[in-house]
T-cell receptor, first 109, second 120 residues
Framework: GQNIDQPTEMTATEGAIVQINCTYQTSGFNGLFWYQQHAGEAPTFLSYNVLDGLEEKGRFSSFLSRSKGYSYLLLKELQMKDSASYLCALDNYGQNFVFGPGTRLSVLP | GAVVSQHPSRVICKSGTSVKIECRSLDFQATTMFWYRQFPKQSLMLMATSNEGSKATYEQGVEKDKFLINHASLTLSTLTVTSAHPEDSSFYIC????????????????FGEGSRLTVL
């Protein structure tokens, strides 16, 4: 099976940088995805990693270390609209996605 | 990018009735669609994998006779909640991946808008 863990809640200040961690135990996977979800809405794609290392995409970057079973999402220049839940998900060899519990981020002025 | 449309976005029904939720891939063909359920402040839990032209694959603990899934075409999957009860009230989200958007098996997962079901 697969087990994914994320911090439940985080708080940060507008304009700051925040790192949201995701740790996992799994026998294998294709890639690790990060999604943003605002309350009452469907998730939207942010970033994904197949290989180890950092993937940068504007204000959002994601990092993966397969040997450490660890990923993080880095959000820079935080804006109020970034207040949302952030979900990491493992791509189970194209069969399905397994989602982590999600991290609720609150951005304060 | 690929678009997945889900309907209805909100539905309120009486206990004991059945509710059908549709999920369509608008600009790509999806041989496989996924149905998730999400309770407040919780993550997405996979209910079942819908396979075009064959039976759905249900996750452990999900009643296949209660949550009927039909994937009649390459662009449409439906989820029917039969004899709904208040505990079935939840946010139901469908998703599909567009295998043509990137290398095989690394296509991102596209989500429908979600359907909020309230059973009175």
């Amino acid at each position: 099976g697969q087990n994914i863990d994320q911090p439940t809640e985080m708080t940060a200040t507008e304009g700051a940088i925040v790192q949201i961690n995701c740790t996992y135990q799994t026998s294998g996977f294709n890639g690790l995805f990060w999604y943003q979800q605002h309350a009452g809405e469907a998730p939207t794609f942010l970033s994904y990693n197949v290989l180890d290392g950092l993937e940068e995409k504007g204000r959002f970057s994601s990092f993966l270390s397969r040997s450490k079973g660890y990923s993080y999402l880095l959000l820079k220049e935080l804006q109020m609209k970034d207040s949302a839940s952030y979900l990491c998900a493992l791509d189970n060899y194209g069969q399905n996605f397994v989602f982590g519990p999600g991290t609720r981020l609150s951005v304060l002025p | 990018g690929a678009v997945v449309s889900q309907h209805p976005s909100r539905v309120i029904c009486k206990s004991g009735t059945s509710v059908k939720i549709e999920c369509r891939s608008l600009d790509f063909q999806a041989t496989t669609m996924f149905w998730y359920r999400q309770f407040p402040k919780q993550s997405l839990m996979l209910m079942a994998t819908s396979n075009e032209g064959s039976k759905a694959t249900y996750e452990q603990g999900v009643e296949k006779d209660k949550f009927l899934i039909n994937h009649a075409s390459l662009t449409l999957s439906t989820l029917t909640v039969t004899s709904a009860h208040p505990e079935d009230s939840s946010f139901y989200i469908c998703s599909a991946r567009d295998g043509t958007s990137g290398p095989i098996n690394t296509g991102e997962l596209f989500f429908g808008e979600g359907s909020r079901l309230t059973v009175l």
